[in-house]
């Protein structure tokens, strides 16, 4: 058994459509790395477009994913950040405004917590509710495109945001899974955010970059520009959806399509001889036939990510291109395609800043929460130590 500290340990639990992903690491001193001490997967079950249809059973599938990971680890783990993902994801601007509180005009953190409370007061649906808020900039006095006003002097702060909101029914069957499954939940991060944070550097987020999530239900997006997020979608399409392709036009068992995928798939075609799949009745299929199946499917997930970025003038105009994650960016050839459409650089997306390296882009979301949640655990033990020092400071002459 591994004897580590309880506030060292830290958990991500990545609910997706077809699977559930469970990470255990710890906090290495001296290093930036986190270490992985346990892993655990499993399949998913009551889930739809990456949102708990059925509370009891996705409940199940945590507890498979978590008993593996608990195994490897040795220990019981009691608290998770777990992602939240779903077509029922929306973002939505915002302004906030306020007068600087202080009477030397300066800045506080205070501040700025009471602007971006300003810019969360907006009417919402019964059924929607705030998950998260992302300050774009600060504008200082009329003063604009401030990333950081903290300690600045001024006497109005005005903030623009974007505001991530979930549907709630979906977001409270998903809490249901988790805590019933005996876990508390830390913090729920968008997927392709937690994604974001396990594959890119900030070199890629100041000269601009989108992030493609490829899930099996459905495919996240976020683009980064400046060090800031600029933008969110999700589209209620994944890799499923190329296997259902494959099933109905080839004409084939589900199980069957998806092997097909995996064994024979490609987004772009190649000189290679007829296949076959080696069943009792053998199915045959051309692999030009198989290309055209599945580049179509890709070009229109490829087609909606344009869409978006033409919204925000940001259409081939991403200097660090496009970055794919997820299991659907290991099709072959999805990174020719990508950039034939797109126009733009193109890379597939794996973990970084854990050790041992994960090479594989299924397991982008479940690292980026636990990295999350060191860069939470960080930020609380520095405001804590400043908290200290405040209080040292009142007694030193």
């Keep these: ?20 992903k469970v990470l255990i690491a710890q906090k290495r001193s001296g290093t930036l790395k986190l270490q992985i001490l346990g892993q655990g997967k499993a399949p998913s079950l009551g889930m739809r477009k990456g949102a708990v249809i059925d509370p009891e059973k996705t409940q199940d599938s945590i507890r498979a994913a978590l008993e593996k990971a608990e195994r490897a680890f040795g220990r019981r783990v009691d608290s998770v950040f777990a992602n939240v993902g779903g077509d029922r994801i929306f973002v939505t601007s915002s302004h906030g405004l306020i007068s600087v509180s202080r009477a030397d005009r300066r800045i506080s ?8 409370q300003a810019a969360q007061t907006f009417s919402l649906p019964s059924n929607r509710e705030i998950l998260d808020v992302f ?6 006095d009329g003063e604009g495109k401030i990333k950081e006003p903290l300690e600045m002097e001024g006497v109005r702060l005005e903030a623009e945001a974007l505001i991530l909101c979930a549907f709630s029914p979906y977001l409270k069957k998903l809490t249901k899974a988790v805590v019933d499954s005996g876990l508390s939940i830390e913090k729920f991060v968008f997927t392709p955010l937690a994604s974001a944070k396990s594959v890119l550097s900030q070199r890629d987020k100041e000269l601009g970059v989108a992030l493609l999530d490829m899930g099996a239900g459905t495919t996240g997006l976020c683009v980064f520009e400046e060090g800031t997020l600029l933008h969110l979608a999700v589209f209620p399409v994944g890799s499923s959806n190329i296997t259902n392709d494959i099933a109905t036009i080839l004409r084939c068992d589900i199980d069957i399509a998806e092997r097909i995928k995996l064994d024979w798939g490609s987004c772009i075609l190649e000189k290679k001889k007829k296949k076959e799949v080696p069943e009792e ?4 299929f051309s692999q030009k036939k198989l290309v055209s199946i599945i580049e179509a499917r890709v070009s229109e997930i490829l087609d909606l990510v344009q869409q978006e970025l033409k919204k925000i003038s940001r259409q081939r105009k991403l200097p660090a291109g496009v970055v794919l994650t997820g299991g659907g960016a290991k099709l072959p050839g999805i990174v020719e395609l990508t950039k034939k459409r797109m126009k733009l650089p193109c890379r597939i997306g794996v973990p970084r800043g854990l050790y041992p390296p994960l090479e594989d882009p299924s397991w982008a979301a479940v690292s980026g929460l636990v990295l999350k949640g060191a860069e939470i655990s960080d930020l609380e033990t520095s405001g804590f130590s400043k908290f200290l020092k405040r209080i040292f400071r009142i ?3």
């Design 395 to 397: 007694f030193i002459p």
């Design 1 to 20: 058994m591994i004897k580590v500290p309880r506030n060292h340990i830290l958990t991500g639990l990545d609910v997706g459509t077809k699977t559930t």
């Design 135 to 140: 300050p774009k900039e600060f504008i200082v």
């Design 281 to 284: 009745k053998p199915l045959g």
């Design 109 to 116: 953190e205070e501040d700025v917590k009471r602007v971006l």
